[in-house]
């Protein structure tokens, strides 16, 4: 219990524990755990091309039963993402695809942005796949990770840093397991899955088997979350089914000999785990015991929030043909079973969806979060609104979100406010799992919609950016503020092919100064992430709620930092911090552009230690 707590004064009093001469600790220096500092400040003659090409009839294709396949009200404008050539990362993503159609190698490989070594530059983790059948002998492609250096310019610190895994890599997550101050990584696999604990030298060292981390299932998406509120992160993962290349089917078109993908039909789902925290650097499965493996899917994506706002950390996922799931937390270490009752099984028609990438966030301002699920060709992706007491409804048609992602399949997707004008925004990746279909794409464009206010979503074409007009096989997605400029950047992952970095052109649409409040936490009482902490924002009269979310999107993991809009007319803000513990924190006096790291202190009347950067009103 509070083994946070108990570290954390650890390293107040004596200093951190590892690594003192290179990274600073908490107590020592303020840019250590306000290590979201900005560094570097993009050049901004160095913005995007604004001779787009017209986004293509064929890209935006639709049935038209809603407002999302017009242009936005205002194209014609600077776009909102520049594709970044030329950072240093040479990653190439390896699905293993082959004739034989190992069913594994559709769903695509994860990446995750994450601050390893504290220097306030969120660098980029990729997972990789490797050939089937899987031979542990061969030299099978890597994982590899990036350090970033500034200035978009990233190093490949794959070797040195020990997070070279040649496993099946799938689902990627962080967050600090042990409380030191530094971020351990949890690499979901088919076959064999790894944790790797930080050393805060800037390696990391693989829990051994015995540490009861390393689930042997097929696993795709993972998340942290503090289930039981001891304190100490769990790691929830999401298990697709049963497979092995031994059982693997022939899918296709016989009378044309053409191998597909086959149906997920075929594959039997399996329980999920959640893996429990002992504090002692082991862990259990209690999905069993704590409710969460009655009910089984073939999982995909996996969001962790408060959706009942009663206080406790709950789980929505996404399966894939099998009705999506909503556990209740109950507050007493057990969930129950809320995925019929709340409206979020299935789609708005009753029927079950391809459940693949999700994302939980307050749209409509009042304070409870919405969800978002990405799903298959010829589904719609679908949006459920809060209603309130755990009640959800499907609204997809009347919010604008529809028809646009009718034609294609969906995969990674957040909901965030790219352009900081106190609205959330969303984003999905699209691409096809068979790449010899006479009658389908392999590669799709991907979608971003502008929330204009009013309960409406409008999609972007060509004013989102050239990446946005011209088809991908999209797979992972992670919302990093890679340049620190306070707005949100995109990192997209392909199927067999190198990643997108795409930089938010905020700057380059008016902005001298970011419009933004960026917020770290740093639980003591309750994990060390803060992961299930509420935060508001309330700036002049405009409230934002926005949760400190476990999991999201697809097989990936984004920047923890939180990213409100600070209009720039706006003069006075202050922020409320809901701890998962219960405990609140009120900064009464935030400012425009500011980077905010808050600890949270260990009672209600204690002042509450921030450190900031940047900022100005
Ligand atoms: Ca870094
Ligand atoms: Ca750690
Ligand atoms: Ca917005
Ligand atoms: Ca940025």
Not at 31 to 54: E, F, I, Q, T
Not at 142 to 155: D, K, L, S, T
Not at 201 to 230: I, K, R, V
Not at 232 to 253: F, H, M, P, T
């Amino acid at each position: 219990m509070q083994r946070c707590r108990f570290i954390l004064l650890l390293f107040l009093a004596a200093g951190c524990l590892t690594g003192c001469h290179e990274r600073p600790d908490v107590g020592e220096v303020p840019a250590d755990v306000a290590g979201n500092s900005p560094p570097d400040l993009p050049a901004k003659a160095a913005h995007g091309d604004p001779r787009l090409p017209n986004v293509p009839d064929a890209l935006l294709k639709s049935s038209a039963t809603d407002s999302t396949a017009n242009a936005s009200p205002t194209a014609g404008a600077d776009p909102w993402f520049h594709t970044m050539a030329d950072a240093g990362i040479d990653f190439r993503h390896e699905s293993g695809t082959s004739a034989e159609k190992p069913f594994p190698a559709a769903n695509g490989s994860g990446v995750a942005a994450l601050d390893y070594d504290l220097d306030g530059r969120y660098d980029l983790y990729f997972a990789n796949g490797t050939p089937f059948p899987l031979d542990p002998s061969r030299n099978s492609p890597i994982n590899r990770f990036y350090r970033n250096v500034g200035w978009w310019e990233f190093a490949d610190v794959t070797i040195q840093s020990g997070l070279g895994d040649n496993g099946y890599g799938a689902g990627l997550t962080y967050g600090d397991i042990d409380c030191d101050g530094f971020p351990d990584v949890y690499v979901a696999c088919y076959g064999t899955n790894t944790l790797y604990h930080n050393l805060g030298d800037g390696t990391f060292e693989p829990l051994p088997a015995t540490a009861g981390a390393a689930d042997q299932g097929w696993a795709t998406s993972a998340a942290m979350l503090d289930y039981d509120n001891d304190g100490l992160l769990d790691i929830y993962v999401c298990n697709y089914g049963q497979w092995s290349w031994a059982e693997n089917r022939w899918c296709g078109d016989r009378g044309r000999d053409l191998r597909f993908y086959c149906s997920p039909r075929t594959i039997k789902p399996v329980a999920d785990v959640l893996l429990r925290n002992r504090g002692d650097g082991t862990f259990e499965d209690v999905a069993a015991t704590v409710g969460l493996a009655k009910r089984l899917g073939r999982s995909q994506g996996v969001v962790a929030a408060d959706f009942d706002d009663n206080g406790t950390i709950d789980l929505y996922i996404g399966n894939d043909l099998n009705a999506n799931s909503m556990f209740l937390n109950q507050g007493d270490g057990a969930f129950s079973d809320a995925s019929e009752l709340s409206g979020v099984a299935y789609d708005y028609l009753g029927g079950m969806q391809a459940g693949m990438g999700v994302d939980a966030a307050d749209v409509n301002g009042d304070g409870r979060p919405e969800l978002f699920v990405t799903n298959f060709e010829g589904e719609h992706n679908a949006y459920y609104e809060n209603l309130g007491n755990g009640l959800f409804q499907e609204v997809s048609q009347q919010r604008g979100l529809y028809a646009g992602g009718l034609p294609w399949v969906g995969w990674g997707t957040a909901l965030a406010d790219f352009n900081l004008d106190g609205q959330l925004d969303l984003v999905v990746t699209n691409g096809h799992v068979d790449d010899n279909r006479p009658d389908v794409d392999h590669a799709h464009p991907a979608l971003l919609w502008q929330n204009t206010g009013h309960g409406q979503f409008s999609l972007l074409g060509r004013q989102g950016g050239q990446y946005f007009t011209q088809p991908h096989v999209g797979r992972a997605l992670s919302l990093v503020d890679l340049d620190n400029d306070g707005d949100q950047d995109l990192v997209i992952g392909h199927q067999d092919g190198p990643p997108s970095l795409l930089r938010n052109e905020r700057h380059a649409m008016g902005g001298q100064e970011s419009n933004s409040v960026s917020v770290r936490l740093v639980g003591t009482r309750s994990n060390r992430d803060g992961i299930g902490s509420v935060l508001t924002l309330q700036v002049d009269d405009h409230r934002q709620v926005l949760q400190a979310n476990g999991g999201g999107s697809y097989l990936s993991a984004h920047d923890a930092r939180i990213v409100f809009a600070f209009a720039p007319q706006a003069t006075e803000a202050s922020l409320t911090i809901r701890w998962p513990d219960g405990l609140v924190t009120e900064l009464d006096s935030v400012s425009r552009g500011g980077f905010y790291t808050v600890v949270q202190p260990s009672s209600s009347d204690m002042t509450p230690r921030v450190f900031s950067q940047g900022g100005s009103r």
